[in-house]
C-alpha cells in the first residue's frame, strides 16, 4: 500500500483523506491552564497513579475534590488523579440540579426548584 506522509509525520493511504489527528481525551493543555498547571498536574498524576476511584484503570486527568465552581482551589490536598470514565461519572453527578429548602420567617418551608430542570 502507498502512503503519504502529513505536515505532522502521520501516514496517510494514497487516495484517500487526511482526517487530521486523533482527537485528545485530555484537553490539559500548557495553553489552558499554564506551565504551573502543568507541573502540578504532573506531580498529581505521579502520585495517584491509579483512579482513586475505582482503583483499576491507570490516572489520566486531574480533577478537583471540591470543584473550582463551589469554591474549591488548585492546592495540592484538593486535587486527585482519575481515569477517564470515572472523572466524566463525577462531572456529570455534580452537574445534576438539586433543590434548595428555604427557611421562611413565619416557620414555613419554601423549595426552590432549579429553573432548567424539566418537572
Given at each position: 500500500m502507498i502512503q503519504?506522509?502529513?505536515?505532522?509525520?502521520?501516514l496517510v493511504?494514497?487516495?484517500?483523506?487526511?482526517?487530521g489527528p486523533e482527537p485528545r481525551q485530555d484537553r490539559s493543555?500548557?495553553?489552558?491552564?499554564?506551565?504551573?498547571?502543568?507541573?502540578?498536574?504532573?506531580?498529581?498524576?505521579a502520585r495517584d497513579p491509579v483512579c482513586k476511584s475505582c482503583n483499576r484503570a491507570a490516572s489520566q486527568?486531574?480533577?478537583?475534590?471540591?470543584p473550582l465552581a463551589q469554591g474549591g482551589d488548585?492546592?495540592?490536598?484538593?486535587?486527585?488523579?482519575?481515569?477517564?470514565?470515572?472523572?466524566?461519572?463525577?462531572?456529570?453527578?455534580?452537574?445534576k440540579p438539586t433543590e434548595r429548602v428555604e427557611r421562611t420567617s413565619l416557620g414555613g418551608t419554601v423549595v426552590r426548584h432549579n429553573p432548567w430542570e424539566t418537572r
Amino acid at each position: 500500500m502507498i502512503q503519504r506522509v502529513t505536515g505532522d509525520g502521520r501516514l496517510v493511504p494514497l487516495g484517500q483523506r487526511d482526517r487530521g489527528p486523533e482527537p485528545r481525551q485530555d484537553r490539559s493543555t500548557r495553553a489552558n491552564r499554564g506551565r504551573r498547571w502543568m507541573k502540578l498536574r504532573a506531580q498529581i498524576l505521579a502520585r495517584d497513579p491509579v483512579c482513586k476511584s475505582c482503583n483499576r484503570a491507570a490516572s489520566q486527568q486531574v480533577d478537583h475534590i471540591k470543584p473550582l465552581a463551589q469554591g474549591g482551589d488548585d492546592s495540592y490536598a484538593n486535587l486527585q488523579g482519575l481515569c477517564i470514565p470515572c472523572h466524566q461519572a463525577k462531572t456529570a453527578n455534580e452537574a445534576k440540579p438539586t433543590e434548595r429548602v428555604e427557611r421562611t420567617s413565619l416557620g414555613g418551608t419554601v423549595v426552590r426548584h432549579n429553573p432548567w430542570e424539566t418537572r
